[in-house]
């Protein structure tokens, strides 16, 4: 489970609890600059996710840590599939982030409003 | 880095168009746009940046393509009964017909650009209902008949098309007479 916040232009995805030992980085840093868009995406988790070059990943059961696929390199943190949310990145290490957080329309509602502004 | 674009991006908007008016917005998953458009998710997030994004290229293709040709074709009408009718069973529609209506109801209440959308093709119609009419832009004429347009598509896409066609006649051989 992530947390997004929004603080001073910057989005901060947070790793709680014990994901943070599944996905190695347990914060990450993004100026909105380089932030796209978020999007709630329960089907996502079905993709192929691509190798796994850190982290963890018990197929079923959690998809967390570093994956290349595409020449992109991806950010998961996803246990229940519902509840995914994808971050879009420009110019930045990742080509995307994709978490489970508490409340998907919240989240995307955080993140997009944020870029409006 | 990344792959080259492998898809055609207006037709993709086009797709997501016509899948946005049939399902509504929050009705519309990624899993249907990436069948529905035929494109990889990545590619799809890479070029759109998300969904919402995707949606406001769709509703600006809508515009550009559908409703604003309409309206731009209402100004060389007979007069405001041809310029009425032509409205009524032509504006807001094409291959996404209705997404304008289903954005004004529904996306355009929290999302400004979604509404800022909608403000310019409502706009754009009641300026060409201005020329018609051969009233100022703003006026309340316009405006009622700006939104007997609206209401009409409203009702036909409720009841059925062409279910209003007696009402925008009545209307028409009012304005005509």
Do not use: C
């Not at chain 2, 009841?159 to 009012?174: C, D, I």
Request: hydrophobic content about 50%; charged content about 25%; aromatic content about 4%.
């Amino acid at each position: 489970m992530a947390r997004l916040t929004v603080d001073n232009g910057t989005l901060v995805v947070e790793i709680e609890g014990l994901d943070k030992l599944w996905a190695i980085k347990s914060r990450i840093e993004i100026p909105l600059a380089n932030v796209r868009g978020a999007t709630a995406d329960p089907g996502v988790a079905s993709e192929p996710k691509g190798i796994r070059v850190g982290g963890t990943q018990w197929p079923g059961l959690i998809t967390a840590g570093r994956f290349r696929r595409h020449g992109e390199l991806v950010f998961w943190d996803v246990k229940n599939p519902a509840k995914a949310v994808v971050i879009e990145l420009a110019d930045e290490r990742y080509a995307r982030v994709i978490v489970e957080v508490e409340d998907p329309r919240a989240a995307v509602a955080l993140v997009e409003g944020a870029l409006r502004h | 880095m990344g792959r080259p674009r492998a898809f055609d991006e207006a037709e993709a908007v086009r797709a997501a168009a016509a899948l946005f008016a049939e399902r509504g917005y929050d009705g519309t998953s990624v899993d249907d746009l990436v069948q529905g458009l035929g494109v990889h998710r990545g590619s799809l997030y890479k070029v759109f940046g998300s969904k919402r994004g995707l949606y406001l290229a769709a509703l600006r293709h809508h515009l550009d393509d559908e409703v604003l040709p309409t309206v731009a074709a209402l100004t060389v009408t007979s007069g405001p009964a041809e310029a009425l009718a032509q409205a009524a069973a032509g504006f807001d529609g094409g291959t996404s017909g209705g997404l304008l209506l289903s954005a004004a109801v529904g996306q355009a209440a929290t999302d400004p650009d979604v509404a800022a959308l909608v403000a310019e093709a409502v706009g754009a119609l009641e300026r060409a209902l201005a020329t018609v009419l051969r009233e100022p832009v703003g006026s309340p004429l316009v405006e009622a008949l700006g939104a007997s347009v609206l209401g009409l598509r409203l009702r036909d896409r409720a009841f059925g098309p062409e279910t209003s066609a007696p009402a925008v006649l009545a209307l028409a051989a009012r304005l005509a007479g």
